[in-house]
């Protein structure tokens, strides 16, 4: 019953901007965090962001920061990765995953994941 939904990747060229979404369903919204993490070929999974959806409050790695934001439609249950000015090292699957944080901004050890959907930055 617990569910994640990515979608809105694709293929752009380097300083390019494309939006993530990540539709959640299953569970009450505002109790969770939601994260982005990416997966680059022959890299490991990194954290990308993580959102409280209770009060908005979010952050960001350094390899992202400033370049992109993220909002939520709670009408909707769906959080956005809003990504501008894209470089080739930002290509990846981008998953998003929750966790049962309560209204505390925590993306560690999270339960429920997305299938993913791939980015594609070309040079």
């Known amino acids: 019953e617990v569910q994640l939904v990515e979608s809105g990747g694709g293929l752009v060229q380097s300083g390019g901007s494309l939006r993530l979404s990540c539709a959640v369903s299953?569970?009450?919204?505002?109790?969770?965090?939601i994260a982005w993490f990416r997966q680059a070929p022959g890299k490991e999974r990194e954290r990308v962001s993580c959102f409280s959806t209770s009060d908005g409050t979010s952050y960001f790695e350094n390899s992202v920061r400033g370049r992109f934001t993220i909002s939520s439609d709670k009408t909707k249950n769906t959080v956005h990765l809003q990504m501008n000015d894209l470089k080739p090292e930002d290509t990846a699957v981008y998953y998003c995953?929750?966790?049962?944080?309560?209204?505390?901004?925590?993306?560690?050890?999270?339960?429920?994941w997305g299938q993913g959907t791939l980015v594609t930055v070309s040079s």
């Open positions: 995953a929750a966790v049962a944080s309560f209204g505390l901004l925590l993306c560690d050890n999270m339960n429920y």
């Open positions: 299953g569970f009450t919204f505002g109790d969770y965090a």
